[in-house]
Each structure stands twice: as structure tokens, then as C-alpha cells.
């Protein structure tokens, strides 16, 4: 029998920091600009130019480094990394080699049921590189065109150790790892503009041994989707290579999204030497302490707190608070929350009506138009009784769309509930009169036929009637001798 083999995943992200201006000089870093606008001599590598470090990158990679529970280097050192490329102008890109920025760290993970925690090795900082352009000109066949806006913006490359076992891992890792990032404010998390992008070093070893299998690099794998499929693709491929006896060959790899197969890019033979040295135009990086100790007291929470506190302290279930951290509505569910004193309603809403409407119409979170104290104000309509939850569901849209509030338009439009006794029962009696038979049923001991009498009475009453009192009235009256 053949053995059995395990998968053995290490991801490399690169996540571009949200400073205004890029790393070594004071060009724009916003996405989208017209080609080569934003460049100066600096980030074009021109001789002469000299690189000055960016305050507020290095405070935005510590903060990285701090929620990822890495040990911040009081010294790293900037380093020339050489290749020849045409979208690297200088011939070198500068980042940190032999002395990263922060060692050690790691991220809880919980994938296939299953809680394990993913080391990290190092973050380092870094310059990225300009973009190729081989398509979209008329000329494309022939020439390929370089837009250098990209070159100099800063990036933080983040090393995982070789501990994810399974596609489901590694895209979970993934998706925790940008969570964080995004909550701290110092990535954007937009995959498809490039600014978080990952790298998948995969192998595959018989289960039980302890050497590494030689491992394949899978480029730039631009969803969460692709990289599940990626690596899924990759394993199957190697395990199919060992098994039968061939060797995996060291390589990078680039996905194909369109055949949901990896191809091999360039092979360890035609790998660069980089020959780095120290970077001669950059002091050493010096963090203070004291700087770090700010940098921590000034974090925001992070989502897998933040999760856990929704827990204790709204008492709402984990699910719920997971889809709140996740949906970028856990400030909006606070505030409701808050307002309408019932942290299970206001889940209920946030989550659904709420994301529900948002998905349907396109809009993003930032742009919500109702007021988390207006969604508070139907909450509490239903809490005290004026609306049943059925009547609430037909007043959300219209506070939507129009701003106005629940109160407002349940008394525009008449929709209270009806909790005057004499007028349900005056219902609930015709209804009993107009269904004598099953009125019959009920009393010869047919009990389902009940919710059959209750559903003619809130009919009766144009769904206005207090759920509650039509119940009441209605068992009374059933249960008395006529
Ligand atoms: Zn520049």
C-alpha cells in the first residue's frame, strides 16, 4: 500500500502600508493615478537621489507587528536586494534581509473544526517594485509597458513558518491575517488592486516524516478563492508526482485562474542571486521602546477580542459576533445595541435587514443611510409592543429609503398594533362564527386546528392585532362552553 501524504504550507504576504506618500520619497501612493504621474527621482532611481525613510510606515509595520504578537527589533537594517527587472528602475530594491524589523508572533487559527496556532518567522519592511503592463495597448503583442506609480510604495512582507496542513488552513490564515490588518487601519485589504497580495510555498511529505519535501512557490495569487484552489491543485500535483515515484522539482509556480491549474514560471536553476549588502544611503532603523509602547496604547481593538467581548458582555451568540466583526457593522451593532438595550434584537437586525439590504444594493458599510439610533427606535417599537416584529419587517425598508423614523411611520400609516381588547375579541368572536366546524374540531380535542383560528384572527385584523392578546382571547373563548 502507498503511504499516506501530508501538505506542508508556508504563505508570504505582501500588504502595502495606507501611508499618503511612499517610502522613501514624497510621492503619492493612491491607486488609479495616470501612468508615471506620480514618480520623481527618488522612486525612479535616478543617479544622485537619495532615499529618506518614512515615518509613518515604520510606525504602520510596527503596529502590524504588534497585533501579530511579533517581537519588534530595536535595530533592523535596510539592505539592496540586486536583479535586473524592468519594472525595478535602480537595478536593487531596498528591504530588510539579515535584520527584519519583528521576529516571532503567530495567529490563532480555526479551520476544519479544528484551533491551531500558525507561527510566524519575520516581517520586514520593504519598497515595491513598478507594474509590467503586457496588455491593453495596441502594441501589446510586441512591447510590454512599465507604469512606475507602484515603485517606492511601502509594503510589509510577513513570513509564516511551514505549519498550515490543508488549502482550508492556509486561505484561513489568510483571511485572519487581512482581518487584522484591516482592522488596525494599516492595509486597505484590496486583493484586487494589489495591495494584499500572497505567495504559497507548498511541499509534500509521507505522514510521519519529519524532513521537509522539496517545496514549489506559488505566485501572486490575487482572492481568497484562488488560493484555496491554488494550493488544493498543488498538493494533488505533487502527491501525484512522489507517488509515483518522481521528485518535485524547486520552482515557482504561477495559478492560471482560468484552468484552476499552477504552471511552472522559472525554475531553481534560473533563480537570481541577489548578492544583498546593507543599504549604504540608510542609517540603521532604529524603534525605540518608548515608540513601540505608544504605537501599542494607541491600537484599537482587534477582531478576535472584539469577538470575544460581544460574547460576554452583549451575550449574543459567537456566530453572531463573528458576522458583525466580519461585515465591518460591529461599530453600527454597538451603537444599536446601546441605544435600544437589547443586543439580541439589534444582531438580529444588523445582520439581517440590515447587511441583507446593503449586499442587495451595492452599498458599502460606510455608507449606510439609516442612523444606528433610528434602527434603536424600531427596536424598542416591537419591545414595547406598539408593532408586532412582522409589521417592523414591512416599516425597515421604508426608514431606509425615505430617513424616516419607525414612529413616524407606523403612526402615518396606522400600523400599531391593536391591543384593545373589546375590538380583538370582537375578531376573534367573528372568526369563531365564520369557522364553526373547525371551532368544533378544535373543541372534540383536534389541537393543530388552533393555529389555523389564530392565523384567521391576525388575518382579520390586517396583521395589526397584539399576537399575544389574539391568543389569549382566542383559547379563552374556545375553552369556554358556548
Ligand atoms: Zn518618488
Known amino acids: 500500500m502507498s503511504p499516506s501524504y501530508e501538505a506542508v504550507i508556508g504563505l508570504e504576504i505582501h500588504a502595502q502600508l495606507r501611508t499618503a506618500t511612499k517610502i522613501f520619497c514624497g510621492c503619492s501612493t493612491a491607486f488609479g493615478a495616470a501612468p508615471n504621474s506620480e514618480v520623481c527621482p527618488v522612486c525612479l532611481g535616478q543617479p544622485g537621489a537619495l532615499p529618506v525613510l518614512n515615518r509613518q510606515a515604520v510606525d504602520y509595520a510596527v503596529m502590524a507587528a504588534l497585533a501579530l504578537g511579533c517581537e519588534v527589533q530595536r535595530e533592523s537594517i535596510f539592505a539592496r536586494k540586486n536583479y535586473f527587472y524592468p519594472d525595478l528602475p535602480k537595478g536593487y530594491q531596498i528591504s530588510q534581509y539579515e535584520r527584519p524589523l519583528a521576529l516571532g508572533g503567530g495567529l490563532e487559527i480555526t479551520a476544519d473544526g479544528q484551533s491551531r496556532f500558525i507561527r510566524l518567522t519575520r516581517i520586514h519592511m520593504e519598497e515595491d517594485a513598478g507594474k509590467s503592463l503586457h496588455e491593453g495597448f495596441r502594441d501589446s503583442e510586441t512591447r510590454t509597458y512599465v507604469d512606475y506609480n507602484r515603485s517606492g510604495v511601502p509594503l510589509i512582507e510577513i513570513v509564516s513558518e511551514p505549519d498550515m496542513r490543508s488549502a482550508a488552513e492556509a486561505s484561513e490564515f489568510f483571511t485572519r491575517l487581512r482581518e487584522i490588518l484591516v482592522s488596525i487601519g494599516v492595509n486597505d485589504g484590496n486583493m484586487e488592486e494589489g495591495s494584499l497580495r500572497c505567495d504559497a510555498n ?182 414595547k409592543g406598539t408593532i408586532s416584529n412582522a409589521i417592523a419587517k414591512d416599516v425597515f425598508p421604508k426608514m431606509y429609503a425615505s430617513g424616516r423614523s419607525a414612529a413616524d411611520i407606523v403612526a402615518a400609516e396606522g400600523l400599531a398594533q391593536n391591543s384593545d381588547e373589546s375590538a380583538v375579541l370582537e375578531i376573534v368572536r367573528a372568526v369563531m362564527a365564520a369557522n364553526a366546524e373547525t371551532v368544533a374540531q378544535y373543541r372534540a380535542g383536534s389541537q393543530k386546528t388552533f393555529g389555523f383560528l389564530v392565523g384567521q384572527v391576525m388575518k382579520g385584523s390586517g396583521g395589526k392585532a397584539n399576537p399575544k392578546l389574539a391568543n389569549a382571547l382566542l383559547k379563552r373563548e374556545l375553552d369556554s362552553p358556548s
Open 202 to 383: 507548498v511541499s509534500v511529505r509521507p505522514v510521519g516524516q519529519e524532513t521537509l519535501g522539496t517545496k514549489a512557490e506559488v505566485k501572486n495569487v490575487n482572492s481568497f478563492r484562488y488560493l484555496h484552489k491554488a494550493i488544493e491543485y498543488e498538493i494533488d500535483r505533487q502527491i501525484e508526482v512522489v507517488s509515483k515515484g518522481g521528485r518535485v522539482v524547486q520552482e515557482t509556480r504561477l495559478f492560471d485562474s482560468s484552468t484552476g491549474r499552477t504552471h511552472s514560471m522559472r525554475s531553481k536553476e534560473e533563480a537570481h542571486d541577489y548578492r544583498y549588502f546593507p543599504e549604504p544611503d540608510l542609517p540603521p532603523l532604529l524603534v525605540a521602546a518608548d515608540r513601540v509602547e505608544r504605537l501599542r496604547a494607541r491600537m484599537p481593538e482587534l477582531p478576535q477580542a472584539r469577538r470575544q467581548r460581544f460574547v460576554t458582555s452583549y451575550g449574543i451568540p459567537d456566530y453572531d459576533a463573528g458576522v458583525l466583526t466580519q461585515s465591518g457593522l460591529a461599530d453600527y451593532f454597538e451603537q444599536v445595541a446601546g441605544a435600544a438595550g437589547n443586543p439580541k434584537a439589534a444582531s438580529n437586525w444588523v445582520m439581517g435587514e440590515l447587511l441583507r439590504t446593503l449586499n442587495e444594493r451595492g452599498t458599502a458599510v460606510a455608507d449606510v443611510p439609516l442612523q444606528p439610533a433610528a434602527l434603536a427606535g424600531l427596536i424598542a417599537l416591537v419591545d
